[in-house]
């Protein structure tokens, strides 16, 4: 057999599938049960009307056929009814909205959709560490805007170069803030000067705390003229697992991602879309619940950490590790699994992403472990 293609040797090592085996490993190894803080995974899952749709849809004989492959228009139409009504954005669900089989996707589709071989994507340092796959595959180079810390962890996108593409994620992941006031109005004057285009991934966009309410890119002036925003179904419903995502906003892009998808898929499974029309259009109470519940644990590891956590939004927490604790000493000394801040660009180097999509139960023995690793630094 012939060598793999360039393309995929140009991808990079997986953070997630090399982080999982890591604590796989350890969890195996004798001492206390590991808890694991590392994984952003949801554990509850969606409301009992969200299931009990699928089902009954699911039931009905004529919806094991090819669904249409662009998705169903109800579908499209209950995320654009969402926009309208909760974020204040009005959107064409015929020509703006894409249906997409989870957002990870699109992180690699818009980078081939918008990125020629030898183009430059820009990525906020620290990333995603899924981000650098999709230019990966298209040819494309990376360059990185400097997250600021002291900035709230905002970009300075006066200063930053041009590019093919922007990627933009808040709340962050993994610095668990939320945009900074003027943040998304310098994105779109970025494109307007550079010619490239703005991505939003907004996937913890309704996980937001202290009073905060959800802020979409694409309510800003202009943003719909130069770029698009990622929305997720996994972070607001607990639905990580069916695989359900939208791409938004500018209506070339998403025609791009339509394109894609009439050659690479033959859309979602049709209950999944009546499930996912029922969670949109059904009772909210479960998303506010799923908020509280992630607010309650933040603040029982901010009470047990001496060290000041960052958790604005998003179901984790970014930490600064002191000097002397490491992720692998946490995992091997303390059997407390967190995600190494390396993993998510340079400047992450010394801090720690941890994860509230866990159990109380798991928080709090979590919490416990790591106050006695701080103090055994800090003795």
Not at 19 to 48: F, I, K, M, S, T
Not at 53 to 71: F, M, T
Not at 110 to 134: E, I, Q, V, W
Request: one cysteine or more.
């Amino acid at each position: 057999m012939r060598s793999r293609p360039e393309r995929l040797q140009r991808l990079p090592q997986q953070y997630f599938v090399a982080l999982l085996g890591r604590v796989a490993a350890a969890a195996a190894q004798d001492g206390p049960p590991l808890v694991d803080l590392g994984r952003g995974n949801p554990e509850a899952g969606p409301p009992a009307h969200v299931v009990e749709a699928l089902r009954a849809a699911a039931l009905e004989p004529d919806v094991h056929g090819y669904a249409p492959i662009r998705g169903l228009q109800r579908t499209k139409e209950a995320i654009a009814a969402r926009y309208r009504d909760v974020y204040g954005v009005e959107l064409d669900a015929e020509s703006e909205v894409a249906l997409i089989p989870g957002t990870k996707t699109a992180i690699v589709e818009l980078a081939l959709s918008l990125c020629d071989d030898g183009d430059t994507l820009l990525l906020p340092d620290p990333y995603y560490p899924d981000y650098p796959s999709g230019p990966a595959l298209a040819g494309a180079r990376i360059a990185t805007v400097p997250l600021r810390p002291d900035e709230g962890w905002s970009p300075d996108l006066d200063a930053a170069p041009d590019a093919a593409a922007l990627y933009l994620n808040y709340p962050s992941n993994p610095c668990a803030v939320c945009a900074r006031p003027g943040t998304f109005e310098g994105a779109v004057r970025w494109a307007g000067r550079s010619g490239g285009a703005v991505v939003h991934d907004a996937a913890y966009m309704d996980i937001v705390f202290d009073g905060r309410a959800p802020e979409s890119f694409l309510a800003t002036p202009g943003a719909k003229a130069v770029g698009v925003e990622m929305w997720s179904m996994s972070k607001t419903y607990g639905m990580a697992g069916w695989r359900v995502g939208f791409v938004l906003g500018n209506a070339e892009i998403v025609e791009r991602i339509n394109l894609l998808n009439d050659h690479s898929r033959v859309g979602l499974f049709a209950p999944i879309q009546a499930a996912t029309i029922a969670a949109l259009e059904g009772p909210q109470d479960s998303v506010a619940e799923r908020v509280d519940a992630y607010a309650r644990r933040r603040e029982l590891l901010a009470d047990a950490l001496p060290e000041p956590i960052v958790c604005e939004g998003t179901f984790f927490v970014w930490l600064r590790l002191p000097e002397g604790l490491t992720a692998e000493v946490l995992l091997t000394e303390h059997r407390v699994a967190v995600a190494p801040g390396e993993g998510f660009g340079p400047s992450g180097t010394g801090w720690a992403r941890l994860s509230l999509a866990v159990s109380d139960e798991a928080i709090a023995l979590g919490a416990e472990r790591l106050q006695r690793a701080f103090a055994g630094v800090a003795a």
